[in-house]
């Protein structure tokens, strides 16, 4: 063991000495640090334009604002019952929803200046502004009956925002409706009457009779957020297998063209060797992923702290995190698949000399990793799916849908044999991939000789 520990701390030693370590290590956070302070600065910076209709009366003009308001009275209620997971009293959710309506309004309607096209040209170019509530701004846009009464023309500057002229299409279709229910003889407000007399869909989940007791019926946070952190921990072992790349195939390909193999094997066994140096890297992308993970934890705290209320979110998240019927298997899943893609990884690049011949393995690596992520994203949106039932039998996607099934309590057989393949195909790839790197890193065998490699492979000389 003491073998293996001088291995592993002279590798994990090597690479956080490195100020790139560092420097990369910085660089994340800092950029989701600069990319969410931008998207929130985006999303309330994006401007709040004018418009106005061309008409004799106001029914387009109401018909539009109607439909504003409708979207506004949605955003706001999504935003209170958001809050319901919150420790806030009513008028502190109502608070939360006329704040979240408010802010959603990014279009005003102002009087028309002018009636004609022409005179609105100045207007819409922005040579001459509108007064409005607040200030005066150019008219971004103003929609004008066609001289035929088929459409409600749309007249703007900026071809890139469609986002008024879309909710003007739904408020035409949703007032021609109105006016054909006014013709059969009913109401205006016949659709609106319709829509809110009808059934609302609660979502409830089944329990037991002991634990609906306790815990009650409705879908609340706490049973969707075992969903979300089993996701995230697999995506996390997928995020770090794929960081592993880089530093088992540089180290690799360093110490192999610089005959570092041969001083190092005359002090310490392959398999001690191997072992040293996997750990060092497990050690190296921990170090990075919990830096990370305490990056976002300490940031969910700082939001939530921002939010009355806020920290109970977080909660659910926790009591989830610390499940063991969750936690262990992911971590048993977790361990077994880094050992598998690493070992595979560590064998690849023992055959390359150069950094040229290690791109040569890129893509098909990129493409062995790319394939859990897909399966990844399938079973987060259906993890009953029987593509993801057969694809959790496969070792190399095991490790990943394994975790994101835990949440949904599997068999229990299933999970013991799906650990006992992932187990069985480790401990197989690691002994292939022992006798690939002694081909490789003692014997010199290349990844232009695959004959030579799998006659090194089992060659009765020892490294």
């Known amino acids: 063991m003491r073998n293996v520990y001088l291995i592993f701390r002279r590798d994990y030693l090597g690479y956080v000495k490195a100020w790139g370590f560092w420097l990369s290590l910085a660089a994340v956070p800092l950029?989701?640090?600069?990319?969410?302070?931008?998207?929130?600065?985006?999303?309330?910076?994006?401007?709040?334009?004018?418009?106005?209709?061309?008409?004799?009366?106001?029914?387009?003009?109401?018909?539009?604002?109607?439909?504003?308001?409708?979207d506004e009275a949605d955003i706001g209620n999504q935003a209170r019952d958001m809050a319901e997971g919150m420790d806030l009293t009513d008028?502190?959710?109502?608070?939360?929803?006329?704040?979240?309506?408010?802010?959603?309004?990014?279009?005003?309607?102002?009087?028309?200046?002018?009636?004609?096209?022409?005179d609105l040209r100045p207007y819409l170019l922005g040579q001459q502004l509108v007064s409005g509530p607040l200030g005066d701004k150019p008219l971004f846009a103003v929609f004008i009956p066609?001289?035929?009464?088929?459409?409600?023309?749309?007249?703007?500057?900026?071809?890139?925002?469609?986002?008024?002229?879309?909710?003007?299409e739904s408020a035409m279709r949703r007032l021609a409706r109105q006016q054909a229910f006014s013709e059969a003889g009913l109401g205006d407000d016949f659709l609106d009457t319709v829509d809110d007399s009808a059934l609302t869909v609660p979502a409830h989940r089944i329990r037991t009779v002991a634990e609906q007791t306790t815990a009650g019926s409705e879908v609340t946070m706490a049973d969707k957020a075992p969903v979300?952190?089993?996701?995230?921990?697999?995506?996390?072992?997928?995020?770090?297998?794929?960081?592993?790349?880089?530093?088992?195939?540089?180290?690799?390909?360093?110490?192999?063209?610089?005959?570092?193999?041969?001083?190092?094997?005359?002090?310490?066994?392959?398999?001690?060797?191997?072992?040293?140096?996997?750990?060092?890297?497990?050690?190296?992308?921990?170090?990075?992923?919990?830096?990370?993970?305490?990056?976002?934890?300490?940031?969910?705290?700082?939001?939530?702290?921002?939010?009355?209320?806020?920290?109970?979110?977080?909660?659910?998240?926790?009591a989830a995190f610390?499940?063991?019927?969750?936690?262990?298997?992911?971590?048993?899943s977790f361990l077994l698949g880094y050992i598998m893609y690493g070992m595979i990884f560590m064998a690849l690049g023992s055959l390359c000399d150069t950094i040229q011949e290690a791109q040569t393995l890129l893509s098909p690596m990129m493409i062995l990793l790319m394939l859990p992520m897909f399966a990844i994203f399938i079973a987060f949106q259906d993890p009953g799916s029987?593509?993801?039932?057969?694809?959790?039998?496969?070792?190399?996607?095991?490790?990943?849908?394994?975790?994101?099934?835990?949440?949904?309590?599997?068999?229990?057989?299933?999970?013991?044999?799906?650990?006992?393949?992932?187990?069985?195909?480790?401990?197989?790839?690691?002994?292939?991939?022992?006798?690939?790197?002694?081909?490789?890193?003692?014997?010199?065998?290349?990844?232009?000789?695959?004959?030579?490699?799998?006659?090194?492979?089992?060659?009765?000389?020892?490294?």
């Open 31 to 70: 950029f989701m640090l600069i990319g969410g302070t931008f998207a929130v600065f985006a999303a309330k910076s994006s401007p709040v334009r004018y418009y106005a209709v061309v008409e004799t009366g106001s029914v387009y003009a109401d018909a539009i604002d109607g439909e504003f308001a409708r």
């Open 91 to 118: 008028d502190q959710r109502d608070q939360l929803r006329d704040n979240a309506a408010a802010s959603s309004r990014k279009f005003i309607r102002v009087p028309a200046p002018a009636t004609a096209i022409d």
């Open 146 to 168: 066609s001289s035929d009464g088929t459409s409600l023309e749309y007249w703007s500057d900026d071809v890139s925002v469609s986002g008024l002229r879309w909710q003007a």
């Open 228 to 318: 979300y952190v089993a996701g995230g921990l697999a995506y996390f072992l997928w995020l770090m297998i794929f960081s592993i790349i880089q530093y088992l195939l540089m180290g690799t390909i360093e110490e192999r063209s610089n005959k570092i193999f041969d001083t190092l094997l005359t002090s310490v066994k392959l398999p001690e060797l191997l072992a040293g140096k996997l750990l060092a890297v497990f050690a190296v992308t921990s170090t990075m992923m919990l830096s990370w993970g305490l990056f976002a934890f300490g940031a969910s705290l700082f939001a939530t702290s921002q939010i009355p209320g806020g920290a109970s979110l977080l909660s659910p998240f926790l």
């Open 322 to 332: 610390a499940n063991p019927a969750i936690i262990i298997p992911g971590l048993i």
């Open 386 to 463: 029987p593509v993801i039932d057969i694809a959790s039998w496969i070792p190399v996607f095991t490790p990943f849908l394994l975790i994101l099934r835990m949440p949904h309590n599997p068999p229990m057989w299933e999970i013991i044999a799906q650990m006992l393949i992932m187990a069985v195909t480790a401990a197989t790839i690691l002994w292939l991939a022992t006798k690939v790197y002694r081909a490789g890193a003692i014997h010199g065998a290349g990844i232009g000789d695959l004959g030579g490699v799998f006659k090194r492979m089992f060659s009765r000389k020892k490294g």
